[in-house]
């Protein structure tokens, strides 16, 4: 079963690129789902999503491809030089981009326990994409992590 591409266009060294395709793949992915996406690349956060009346930071973390393991390792944690742990402070909701395949894995930022994060490619499917933005986005026991739009 194939569950990697094998080559990208977006190899290795060209993150700020892989970041901005990472980022348009999650607005897209939001909007497919209903929300209301706009990057705005701050230093906490790339994407202010809209969504029932209450917005959402979103900080984007993108792969390009898997590695030999046939995983994604992604690095989540915070800072350029020293990576410290994502908080609330920081964002309320990560999503986790496979480039290569065109999907993402939303999560909240309260599952951010390490400085990185892998998953098996093999979790990134349209299912799971859809079930982690319920759950991430749409839940009411995500309300801790939402602010209300003051609109």
Same mark, same amino acid.
């Given at each position: 079963m194939a569950t990697c591409a $094998?080559? +990208?266009v977006l190899q290795k060294g060209n993150e700020t690129r892989t970041?901005?395709?990472g980022e348009l793949i999650a607005a897209s992915a939001i909007e497919r789902y209903g929300?209301?996406?706009t990057i705005v690349? @701050?230093?906490?956060?790339?994407?202010?999503?809209?969504?029932? #009346?209450?917005?959402f930071r979103?900080? =984007?973390? &993108?792969r390009a491809v898997c590695d030999h393991s046939k995983s994604y390792q992604f690095i989540?944690?915070?800072?350029a030089? +020293? !990576?410290?742990? /994502? @908080?609330? #402070?920081? &964002?309320? &909701? =990560?999503?986790? =981009?496979?480039?290569?395949?065109?999907?993402? /894995?939303?999560? #909240?930022? !309260?599952?951010? @326990?390490? $400085? @990185? /994060? $892998?998953? &098996?490619? $093999? #979790?990134f499917t349209q299912?799971?994409?859809? +079930?982690s933005f319920q759950l991430v986005m749409m839940e009411d026991r995500s309300s801790a992590f939402l602010h209300k739009n003051r609109a």
């Amino acid at each position: 079963m194939a569950t990697c591409a $094998r080559k +990208s266009v977006l190899q290795k060294g060209n993150e700020t690129r892989t970041g901005r395709v990472g980022e348009l793949i999650a607005a897209s992915a939001i909007e497919r789902y209903g929300g209301d996406p706009t990057i705005v690349r @701050t230093d906490g956060y790339d994407i202010v999503a809209f969504l029932q #009346h209450k917005y959402f930071r979103i900080d =984007v973390k &993108a792969r390009a491809v898997c590695d030999h393991s046939k995983s994604y390792q992604f690095i989540v944690g915070k800072g350029a030089k +020293s !990576k410290r742990l /994502m @908080t609330t #402070h920081d &964002a309320d &909701a =990560v999503v986790l =981009v496979a480039v290569d395949k065109r999907l993402v /894995m939303f999560k #909240h930022v !309260k599952e951010m @326990t390490g $400085r @990185t /994060m $892998r998953i &098996a490619a $093999r #979790h990134f499917t349209q299912e799971n994409e859809r +079930s982690s933005f319920q759950l991430v986005m749409m839940e009411d026991r995500s309300s801790a992590f939402l602010h209300k739009n003051r609109a």
